[in-house]
Nanobody, 124 residues
Framework: QVQLVESGGGSVQAGGSLRLSCGAS???????AGWFRQAPGKEREGVAT???????TYAEFVAGRFTISQDNDRHTLYLEMNSLKPEDTAMYYC???????????????????WGQGTQVTVSP
């Protein structure tokens, strides 16, 4: 099992930046992890994910604005978000897929552990 705790959300104006952090109770070195978001009235969607070998994938709407990364000891997952838009407003979740054969995926169903979320609000 793994426990995930997100932080770093907040309110910014359009064009601003935020860095989200996800602390894990175990190292990310052995499984896949990623960031997802859910806006009110919408389904949860994948934003960016990373496999244990460092392979990453991003949603098309990210368009080069966001970067997923891990720290050196691989216990923290980051999402650097730049050029934020009002449509990026959502609750952002960190998730982990502990399948040892996991591959990067923006689908929610492979991920069996989720954090509590951190709110990101972008004003015009």
């Amino acid at each position: 099992q793994v426990q995930l705790v997100e932080s770093g959300g907040g309110s910014v104006q359009a064009g601003g930046s935020l860095r989200l952090s996800c602390g894990a109770s175990t190292s990310f070195a052995s499984y896949c992890a990623g960031w997802f978001r859910q806006a009110p009235g919408k389904e949860r969607e994948g934003v960016a994910t990373m496999s244990s070998d460092g392979t990453t994938t991003y949603a098309e709407f990210v368009a080069g604005r966001f970067t997923i990364s891990q720290d050196n000891d691989r216990h923290t997952l980051y999402l650097e978000m730049n050029s934020l838009k009002p449509e990026d407003t959502a609750m952002y979740y960190c998730a982990a897929d502990l399948d040892p054969y996991c591959t990067v995926s923006l689908r929610t169903d492979p991920y069996n552990y989720w954090g509590q979320g951190t709110q990101v609000t972008v004003s015009p």
